[in-house]
């Protein structure tokens, strides 16, 4: 049985191995993310986004994607308003924001990623418009998206019924 198995096994590692290298497996390039965000009197971005982004053009339906960026790496271009932001988010407790796609899908010119943020403690389901500019062995995606900060419990005085979400993340094959 031992004999039998151990093929078997090689062959599934082997066999799903190919199926990742096919769909694409990319690596955003550090430092080189921008996540902007602005509502109201807010604005600033986000650095260090990291990402597992499984992604082919041809094959969309079959894309993975996950997101994950530290609250503490919030910028808004003033100490102050960084803090007040930081406890808004609540840092400490919910340290950090996750993307989890659940489905992509070609749309128009662009595709259409749908799945769960997660922020302070809060998931919601939220779609991701965005674009693919493949050049071989890299890329950048472009897309955007909005939030009601409300709904995930953000709700300081001053708080944005909407805030504008804009991604830039140039990638690697890896």
Request: charged content about 25%.
């Amino acid at each position: 049985m031992k004999k039998i198995m151990y093929p078997v096994i090689a062959l599934l590692i082997i066999s799903t191995s190919a199926f990742a290298l096919l769909l694409g497996n990319w690596k955003v390039k550090s430092g080189e993310s921008i996540v902007k965000f602005s509502g109201g009197k807010i604005h600033g971005a986000f650095e260090g986004l990291k990402a597992d982004i499984n992604f082919d053009k041809a094959h969309p339906e079959q894309a993975k994607i996950s997101a994950s960026i530290e609250v503490e790496n919030i910028a808004t271009g003033f100490f102050l308003k960084n803090s007040h932001a930081k406890d808004a988010l609540g840092a400490e407790k919910y340290p950090t924001i996750r993307f989890v796609s659940s489905s992509v899908k070609k749309a128009g010119n662009g595709y259409e990623a749908e799945g769960n943020l997660t922020m302070k403690g809060v998931t919601k389901p939220v779609t991701i418009r965005f674009t693919f500019d493949d050049k071989g062995n890299e890329g950048v995606f472009k897309g955007g998206f909005k939030v009601n900060p409300k709904e995930y419990g953000i709700d300081r005085s001053g708080t944005p019924d909407q805030v504008n979400i804009e991604l830039v993340v140039p990638v690697s094959k890896s």
